[in-house]
């Protein structure tokens, strides 16, 4: 199934996302944790890619995988970084022959200790270039972008980052999946913003379940994202503990997971991080129909 046609055919779909293992042991996990999360029927299973040629082709088998094992549609994370025109058509040619239908269609992070992002002679410098580009070759592909409630950390301000959202949903964008935030407050105001803006797709809030303070500390610094105090102060009291960081966390997710879909929201996209014990008791405490 097609990005656009989910929240056509649904009034609420979720999504989960995933990242390439390294090792036969974390392949051997991840298949564990999407047999439990198949249970919740998930609308499809995203999968993050690494530039170069052999993690980037890694990302393409994981979603030939998922699909085979599953029976669950992927989605593969597609970036501009290190990569020229050609050949960033040569990878979705690739990726296309072998099985996917859809793209979560990114600029990418700037290489490890590149200050910002810099694209080489003959590739692309934004995102909604390589939307472009994808409609181009490949019209018929299902198409998600990224959007940043609390803003994008390289932009200026919201007004400015939404302007560049709009560019890549006018591109051929079909879903707008957004980075984690922790105040749902944030995420209406955003989708408040967008639709002024003009943007008309769906806009899909991304959840990450907290399970230990350090490692959500490091994930929100690098996407801008805001830890409420109340709850830092919990994560924070809790510190020599880790099983109580869980609680408090899961607790959390459950909570705003809730909220958002009392609120309507037409999906959920939830960062899995190759765990499935947070998840699914987040999943087992929400109103979903299979």
Known sequence: MRIRDIYRQTKFGLSVEVFPPKTEQGDNALWATLEQLKRFSPRFVSCTYGAGGGMRNR?????QQIQKRFQLPATAHFTCVGSTRAELIEWLDYAVE???GNIMALRGDPP???ESFKPID????YANE??????EHHPEIGIGVAGYP???PECSNLKTDIDNLKRKVDAGADAVFTQLFFENDTFHR???LCQTAGITVPIIPGVMPITEFARIKRIAA???AQIPKVLADQLEDAKEDLSAQFEIGVQFAINQCRDLMLAGVPGMHLYVLNRSEACTRILDSLPLSS
Do not use: K, M, P, Q
Not at 59 to 63: H, R
């Open 222 to 224: 690098l996407c801008g």
């Open 122 to 125: 003959g590739g692309l410098s």
């Open 190 to 192: 955003f989708v408040d």
């Open 59 to 63: 990302t393409v088998e994981i979603c």
């Open 112 to 114: 490890a200790g590149a």
């Open 130 to 135: 390589l939307v472009t580009l994808i409609r």
């Open 98 to 100: 072998h099985g996917v």
């Open 150 to 152: 609390e803003v994008h």
